[in-house]
């Protein structure tokens, strides 16, 4: 990127047309979300008796969150599950686009199709259906434990969070596979036939020009995925339903904790107390990754 | 099956005008304030689909007024819909359905409205005692019961047979000695199942005599040391430390259809609605279920409990209060009620347990039993005086939570259980402006 | 310089690179991974020609006795008044309003993000960044006391207003454009004399085609899939999307009490509801062609 292009369009100062151009969105925006959060913040503020009504205890509900053995519970899982399903989705992603954007697949419309299709079904669906896959008493799982005369359980207690994160995956790699896609799709293909003249082979194509290539969209993913894994949610509340004995409890998740406190409990004062926090510290985590990652594209 | 409903539906149609004579106790609708002028449009949410079925009878009494019945969601979803609405201050419904545990939450903090200003406490002789209790909230109806779940002993002939139990358990110590032999077929079989279900337990409890909750006002009481209540426990911890339930399907997902289907789980101690869904639920043991008067504690008691059951309200924002009662009326207790029966609903109304026609029922599914026999007298024995406390969907949730090691792995006893979850209660409920103990 | 970019890329068939060598090992890899995606689906398909009793009855992923698809998929359509065409209906109106405007102002910002200065767009960026960190869940009952001010809960509005703002797809849109178009080409324009919006429309957005493409299915998946808030905004069946009238016919049987078990329809009215994603996504596939930047080489 050079400074003189940067420049240029700098010295034509047009910030009102910017502005004109975000103002739909922004204004929208400021609608649907930062007015209901606003208010979200102002009743963290609160607590709702269903005796006694409405009285104001300051940061009360915050103190009563950070000593909350429930609330830590719930968050250091999700945040452990991050770690480990984040890297895994991604790097399947990634290495589900370059194959299908090698064109050296047989069928490659077929893969881009079916590889996107998870991520269009509906939660309770692909519970349902995962469920039959991972059931121990009338699924696959319990034919192949009959076939092998195993005894594995996919919804024990330490086990659960493994098949969770075997459907996220399954819903969202096709998702990000797509992200990626797209910006490979974006690079000139000319680009290639140039550094093939340069004697560049296809392993060099990858790591130099394709790669690269991904950057801006692997720091979307990455902060979208984040964002998405820390508010789990539709997964474990259908599935305390489906199985027992999985251990889901009710604050198995920050994010079905605070369903929760909302729905069940009338706690939405302390509900959402625990949203904000939990959006605080995603923010914080989106904003390193941001600052690390977005440099370059940010200073453009 | 499905056609057999209808076909069983169809029937009862010839006999539905000389019945109607007789349910209607109520020649003169009692809602006289009801204006007759104006159009009114009455919403009501309820997710018993039996409502709309009073609704044609009741329009063609009332030309001025159109009702409205819609699926608001069920249970919780309801609930929050309704709260919200409240808190909007707009599309407050004009009737909704509760369960019955749920009523005190929106009885006590004043969004219902006291029934007694249109003289409900008259027809409240038509119900049995434990339903109009149910109901009743520091002395007042705040609602009318639409829907009731006596608990019975729905067991699967066939494989009782094959286990060597000739009879219906009568007694739950029969009952432990038939859930042995059953286990000793072998494999996955077991008596029933149970995955934390509280209300089952309570059922057990209540059918006893314990009472481990006290409500008066905002007052609360919280004790699982009485009598009834441990040897309820101490038996149920029984079956659990000797492998005799299943505790690894939890009600009414997938795993336990089927379990039902292939007769691996021989019983469910269940209320009494489960007939019209058992059927649907295991279509290969079809001729093998009947139904049982739910086990004693003693050999000859007559007491029986609740397992669900439901009832309908008029929230105290609602606009049409006078029309909306007098269609509350209607369909729980007056004219309308028999096409509710006959479209599956099972009512605690006295007129109704006693009618012949109901009584005679037979279902192929249940081996053409009279099962409404057993039904309607585990309706009448229903021990009264017990209580919800307020915040028992709250409640239920955190026993979820609190019995979890229990059932996973073992740890604790059910008394441990009970003990966590009466603190964990008395702390929410003294946050939530009570005074619990 | 736009010229010869149209030129070269439609003579694509004269590189070797559009058309390789096809890989076996890799297509044997990636098939592993397709197999994951598609083992579900198969249950789904099979489940669906099911009856409800050979559902209960039966092994997963075998047949029942019965092939009752047709009958199954009449019974979805007839099953209380045939409700699912109205739900089907309200989901297409709300998908695909909803997807199209959400996708404009996504590419409308992203554009002024990437290619254009203005005042407060960190704090901007950082507030979308933070809204969307807060769980739905928190906002959903502030939103429905806004909406219910306005008098727009039980209406479309209260599901159309919001799936118009699409956080992510803005961001993609940002990230795309930066990487995408290049400032010369905008540059160029200017100093031609175009209009600021007509550089949008006749330069950029062409450029964004596969971003724009990409934006459009998320929003489209993502508003076909939107659960939680409809839930919350509407109590009238008549204005229910295909997710909620799912759930509760699901509900109906696997919620104590004693509700219709039809397993059945919930497992073929999914399939259904998931045909028209696949026909949308197959009818967009042709506009991730890229090889139309060609003037990004330059930048």
Redesign the interface.
């Known amino acids: 990127m050079s400074s003189a292009t940067t420049n240029a369009i700098r010295v034509h100062k047009r910030p009102k047309v910017g502005l004109l151009f975000i103002a739909p969105f922004a204004v929208l925006f400021l609608f649907v979300l930062v007015i209901p959060i606003c208010y979200s913040a102002y009743i963290s503020l609160f607590q709702n008796k269903l005796i006694g009504g409405n009285a104001f205890v300051g940061l009360d509900n915050y103190i009563k969150l950070f000593n909350d053995p429930q609330f830590y519970d719930g968050a250091i899982r999700v945040v452990v599950f991050t770690a480990i399903q984040v890297p895994i989705m991604l790097l399947s992603a990634i290495a589900l686009a370059l194959a299908i954007d090698s064109l050296r697949l047989h069928g490659t419309k077929f893969f881009r199709v079916v590889v996107f299709l998870p991520y269009a079904i509906p939660a309770i669906v692909s519970t349902l259906m995962w469920g039959f896959m991972l059931g121990i008493r009338y699924g696959l799982i319990g034919s192949l434990n009959e076939a092998a005369g195993t005894s594995f359980d996919p919804f024990a207690p330490e086990t659960t969070m493994i098949s969770i994160g075997v459907m996220v995956t399954w819903g969202f790699t096709g998702y990000n596979m797509l992200i990626f896609y797209a910006a490979l799709r974006a690079v000139p293909r000319e680009l290639y036939e140039a550094a093939a003249i340069d004697g560049a082979n296809e392993f060099h194509i990858v790591r130099y020009i394709k790669l690269p290539a991904l950057r801006g969209s692997l720091v979307v993913t990455i902060i979208f995925s984040i964002i998405g894994t820390f508010q789990l949610f539709n997964e474990p509340n259908i599935l305390a339903t489906l199985v027992s004995n999985s251990g889901i409890t009710s604050y198995y998740t920050p994010n079905l904790y605070a369903y929760n406190l909302a729905f069940t409990g009338s706690q939405q004062g302390y509900a959402a107390a625990l949203a904000i926090v939990m959006a605080l510290f995603t923010i914080a985590i989106a904003y390193v990754v941001q600052i690390k990652g977005m440099k370059n594209v940010l200073n453009k | 099956m499905k056609k057999r409903v209808l076909a069983a539906a169809a029937a009862t149609v010839a006999t539905l005008v000389a019945l109607t004579g007789c349910t209607g106790s109520s020649d003169a609708p009692s809602g006289a304030g009801v204006p007759t002028d104006k159009p009114i449009t009455l919403k009501v949410w309820s997710w018993d689909g039996t409502v709309k079925e009073a609704v044609p009878g009741f329009e063609k009494l009332y030309p001025n007024i159109t009702v409205d019945v819609i699926n608001a969601g069920s249970s919780t979803d309801e609930y929050t819909a309704l709260d919200n609405a409240i808190q909007a201050g707009s599309g407050v419904p004009d009737i909704a359905m509760f369960e019955y545990f749920s009523l005190p939450l929106f009885a006590i903090p004043g969004k219902l409205t006291d029934l007694s200003e249109f003289g409900a406490e008259d027809i409240a002789s038509d119900y049995v005692d434990a339903a109009w209790g149910n109901v009743t909230i520091d002395g007042k109806p705040y609602a009318l019961p639409s829907d009731y779940g006596p608990a019975a002993l729905f067991y699967n002939q066939a494989v009782l047979t094959e286990a060597g139990v000739t009879a219906p358990p009568a007694t739950w110590d029969e009952f432990y000695e038939a859930a042995k032999k059953v286990r000793a077929l072998g494999g996955d079989r077991y008596i029933t199942n149970d995955s934390a279900d509280i209300f089952l337990l309570l059922s057990l409890i209540w059918e006893g005599g314990g009472r481990p909750f006290k409500v008066d006002g905002s007052n609360v009481t919280i004790d699982f040391t009485d009598e009834g209540t441990t040897r309820a426990v101490e038996f149920w911890q029984k079956m659990l430390d000797e492998d005799l339930v299943n505790t690894k399907v939890t009600g009414w997902s997938d795993d336990w259809n089927r379990g039902l289907n292939e007769g691996t789980i021989a019983t469910q101690i269940i209320g009494s609605w489960f007939t019209s869904t058992l059927p649907e639920r295991a279509p290969d043991a079809a001729g093998d279920f009947r139904i049982a008067p739910l086990p004693q504690w003693e050999a000859g008691e007559t007491s029986g409990s609740e397992n669900g059951g439901s009832a309908m309200a008029i929230p105290a924002d609602a606009k049409n209060k006078e029309a909306a009662y007098a269609f509350l009326e209607y369909f729980t207790h007056g004219d309308g009620l028999q096409s509710r029966i006959d479209a599956g609903a099972f009512v605690p109304n006295l007129s109704n347990l006693d009618d012949e026609q109901f009584l005679g029922t037979t279902n192929e599914f249940f081996g053409d039993q009279k099962y409404n026999e057993v039904l309607a007298e585990a309706s009448k024995n229903v021990a009264t005086g017990w209580q919800y406390p307020p915040f028992f969907g709250w409640a239920r949730t955190s026993y979820e939570d609190v019995s979890a090691p229990l059932y996973n792995s073992g740890k604790g006893t059910l008394a441990d259980v009970l003990e966590t979850w009466k603190q964990r209660s008395i702390e929410y409920g003294n946050e939530q402006g009570f005074t619990v103990k | 310089m736009s010229s010869t970019s149209s030129a070269?890329a439609r003579g694509?068939k004269l590189?070797t690179?559009?058309?390789?060598?096809?890989?076996?090992t890799?297509?044997l890899?990636?098939?592993l991974?397709?197999l994951?995606?598609?083992?579900?689906?198969v249950?789904?398909v099979i489940n669906a020609t099911k009856s409800?009793?050979d559902f209960?009855?039966s092994?997963?992923?075998a047949f029942g006795d019965h092939f009752a698809l047709w009958d199954n998929v009449v019974q979805v359509f007839t099953f209380q008044e045939g409700i699912f065409a109205r739900w089907l209906l309200n989901t297409v109106l709300y998908v695909v309003v909803g997807a199209l405007v959400s996708t404009l102002?996504?590419a409308?910002?992203g554009?002024?993000?990437?290619?254009?200065?203005?005042?407060g767009?960190?704090v901007?960026l950082?507030?979308?960044?933070?809204?969307?960190?807060?769980?739905?869940?928190?906002?959903a009952?502030?939103?429905?006391?806004?909406f219910?001010?306005l008098?727009i809960?039980?209406t479309p509005w209260a599901i159309l207003?919001?799936s118009?703002?699409n956080?992510?797809g803005?961001?993609?849109m940002?990230?795309?454009t930066?990487?995408?178009v290049p400032?010369?080409l905008?540059?160029a324009a200017?100093i031609d004399g175009a209009g600021?919006f007509r550089i949008?429309r006749q330069i950029a957005f062409p450029l964004l085609a596969?971003?724009t493409?990409?934006v459009l299915?998320?929003s489209f998946?993502s508003i076909?899939?939107n659960?939680f808030l409809p839930?919350?905004m509407l109590?009238?069946?008549a204005w229910y999307p295909?997710?909620i009238g799912?759930?509760?016919w699901?509900?109906l049987?696997?919620?104590?009490?004693?509700?219709?078990?039809i397993?059945n329809l919930?497992?073929t009215a999914?399939l259904l509801?998931?045909i028209p994603?696949?026909i949308a996504?197959?009818s967009l596939?042709r506009y991730?062609?890229?090889?139309l930047?060609?003037g990004?080489?330059k930048?």
């Open positions: 070269l694509k590189y690179l559009s058309n390789p060598r096809k890989s076996t890799l297509t890899l990636t098939g991974f397709a994951y995606c598609l083992l579900p689906m249950w789904l409800q009793q209960v009855s092994f997963g992923l102002l996504a409308l910002g554009y002024a993000l990437a290619k254009h200065d203005f005042i767009k960190r901007f950082l507030v979308v960044l933070g809204s969307i960190s807060v769980p739905g869940i928190a906002l009952i502030p939103q429905f006391l806004l219910a001010q008098g809960t039980n207003i919001p118009f703002i956080p992510f803005l961001y993609l940002w990230v795309f930066a990487q995408a400032d010369g905008i540059e200017r600021e949008f596969p971003a493409v990409t299915l998320f998946v076909w899939n659960y839930l919350i109590k009238d069946p295909l997710t799912i759930n509760q699901n509900k049987g696997s919620t104590a009490g004693n509700g219709e078990l397993q919930v497992i999914s509801t998931i994603l696949v996504f197959l596939q991730w062609q890229s090889g930047a060609l990004a080489i930048d």
